[in-house]
């Protein structure tokens, strides 16, 4: 991903349980941009340095567990759309 943004990093990574191709933690906090997030349904740990990373980069990391959209009718189309996107831009 470093190599295709000129080593700027992506403002936006989305990655969900159906992922073909799995990338390390480092990878993904590395490939992040200055204020990036990363979106995950995943659990994970992350080690001190990727963490001294994030805030280096002021990036963020968020948790999106699909059932919480459902419990929330009004944002159940915001999910549907952020989904569809996801899915029909980035190919994996």
């Not at 490939?31 to 990036?36: V, W």
């Not at 994970?44 to 959209?69: E, G, H, N, R, Y």
């Amino acid at each position: 991903m470093l190599q295709a943004t000129n080593d700027l990093g992506v403002d936006y990574i989305l990655e969900d349980e159906y992922s073909c191709i799995s990338y390390t933690k480092h990878d993904m906090v590395h490939c992040l941009a200055p204020f990036g997030t990363w979106v995950t349904s995943s659990e994970l740990q992350l080690d001190p340095p990727d963490s001294v990373l994030l805030k280096l980069k002021s990036a963020t990391i968020s948790f999106m567990w699909s059932q919480t959209w459902v419990l929330s009718s009004a944002q159940q189309g915001r999910f549907m759309r952020m989904y569809h996107a996801e899915h029909a831009v980035f190919v994996w």
